[in-house]
């Protein structure tokens, strides 16, 4: 079957021809019909310091998508050949405290696909019925492809609780954008989004910002005092993996706020320690997603009337992802998805 394989240890992805997968008693083969591209394929494609150490070569990458179920394990009781579906993407190891406690997202021995195992840029994806989720199958098929991002973004959203409090939200990538409409529909007051990409802070306003502002021109400490909020903002989400942008969410929250961690520093940052201290600041990592809860507020809020399709800017065919690779590098864009098979 066709895969987009990084074969090689250096800057690039090629196309492969490599065999399907085998189905275990207790998998799920999936025929992927949507994929997205996530930042992190990106820096798998770069070739970066972080993606040499980590990836093992030749591994086909991909970790955002939807497919059809072809084919089900002996084992499998729960999902049928032509179930819409995507795949949590952190395979667990089942048995470590966190495993047996049921809080499987904070697994210690997690395996990624796309990084440690085979990924969705391929026809075929194989995995584990445990990391299957079956879909509202009624849900527009785009949007099923962008569970995985989807979920980051909610879970972070909803660590905190943002109901009629102001939050801000550094980082307009695919993420914050997705973000931003979750706390609006989450019932947050003043939603302020901060970005260097005129693109993406357009993509906020679109998705429900108050006031999308690049931090070029414009200080968060100035569009507090227009939008009449006095002590900061009640939450925080870092959406950046900047350090500049960090210093300035410690610098604008209130007295006890409370920050959620999800950007991926690319560096050591310093952190303005005094503030935290003395404003009594909670600072939160978040990692993945919750398997599966967040998968169920997810389909919930789509119920519900939450749409985060305006995120999704570019929809091209899956041979042309060096196109997609060039959007993502060019940041004007929103998510990327490509597509693998109608349907
Ligand atoms: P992205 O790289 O597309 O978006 C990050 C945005 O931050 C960009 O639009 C960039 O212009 C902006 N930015 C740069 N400097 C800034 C500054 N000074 N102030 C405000 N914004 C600034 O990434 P994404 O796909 O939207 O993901 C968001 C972050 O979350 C990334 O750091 C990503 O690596 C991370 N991530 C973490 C997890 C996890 O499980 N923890 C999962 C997925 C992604
Ligand atoms: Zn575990």
């Known amino acids: 079957m066709n895969a987009l394989v990084k074969s090689r240890r250096e800057p690039g992805l090629w196309i492969q021809d490599v065999s399907e997968p085998t189905v275990g008693i207790n998998d799920v083969l999936i025929k992927v019909l949507r994929a997205g591209i996530c930042g992190t394929d990106l820096h798998i494609y770069e070739w970066d310091e972080w993606a040499q150490r980590t990836i093992p070569v030749p591994m086909t990458i991909g970790h955002e998508f939807v497919g059809i179920i072809a084919e089900t394990g002996s084992?499998?009781?729960?999902?049928?050949?032509?179930?819409?579906?995507?795949?949590?993407?952190?395979?667990?190891?089942?048995?470590?405290?966190?495993?047996?406690?049921?809080?499987?997202?904070?697994?210690?021995?997690?395996?990624?696909?796309?990084?440690?195992?085979?990924?969705?840029?391929?026809?075929?994806?194989?995995?584990?019925?445990?990391?299957?989720?079956?879909?509202?199958?009624?849900?527009?098929?785009?949007?099923?492809?962008?569970?995985?991002?989807?979920?980051?973004?909610?879970?972070?959203?909803?660590?905190?609780?943002?109901?009629?409090?102001?939050?801000?939200?550094?980082?307009?990538?695919?993420?914050?954008?997705?973000?931003?409409?979750?706390?609006?529909?989450?019932?947050?007051?003043?939603?302020?989004?901060?970005?260097?990409?005129?693109?993406?802070?357009?993509?906020?306003?679109?998705?429900?910002?108050?006031?999308?502002?690049?931090?070029?021109?414009?200080?968060?400490?100035?569009?507090?005092?227009?939008?009449?909020?006095?002590?900061?903002?009640?939450?925080?989400?870092?959406?950046?993996?900047?350090?500049?942008?960090?210093?300035?969410?410690?610098?604008?929250?209130?007295?006890?706020?409370?920050?959620?961690m999800l950007g991926i520093p690319q560096r050591d940052m310093t952190i303005d320690w005094h503030t935290v201290v003395f404003n009594m600041l909670t600072l939160q990592g978040i990692y993945g997603r919750e398997m599966y809860e967040t998968w169920y507020k997810m389909t919930a809020m789509l119920q519900s009337g939450l749409d985060i399709a305006p995120v999704i800017t570019h929809r091209i065919a899956w041979d042309e992802y060096e196109q997609g690779f060039a959007v993502m590098r060019d940041g004007a864009c929103g998510k990327v998805i490509l597509n693998w098979s109608d349907g």
């Open 75 to 260: 084992n499998v009781h729960d999902f049928s050949a032509g179930d819409i579906v995507s795949g949590e993407g952190h395979v667990v190891c089942g048995h470590c405290r966190n495993c047996m406690a049921g809080r499987r997202h904070l697994c210690a021995h997690t395996k990624g696909i796309g990084v440690n195992r085979p990924g969705a840029f391929a026809e075929y994806i194989v995995l584990p019925q445990t990391n299957v989720w079956f879909h509202d199958q009624s849900l527009n098929r785009d949007v099923q492809a962008i569970f995985d991002p989807f979920g980051n973004a909610a879970h972070t959203a909803l660590r905190f609780n943002v109901l009629g409090e102001d939050v801000l939200i550094t980082g307009a990538g695919p993420i914050g954008c997705m973000a931003t409409a979750v706390v609006r529909h989450a019932g947050a007051r003043h939603v302020v989004v901060t970005d260097v990409n005129p693109y993406r802070l357009d993509l906020a306003a679109a998705m429900g910002a108050t006031r999308a502002i690049d931090v070029r021109h414009e200080s968060i400490n100035a569009i507090q005092r227009e939008l009449g909020m006095d002590e900061g903002f009640d939450v925080g989400l870092e959406m950046s993996g900047n350090a500049q942008a960090l210093g300035d969410m410690i610098a604008n929250m209130c007295h006890g706020g409370k920050v959620a």
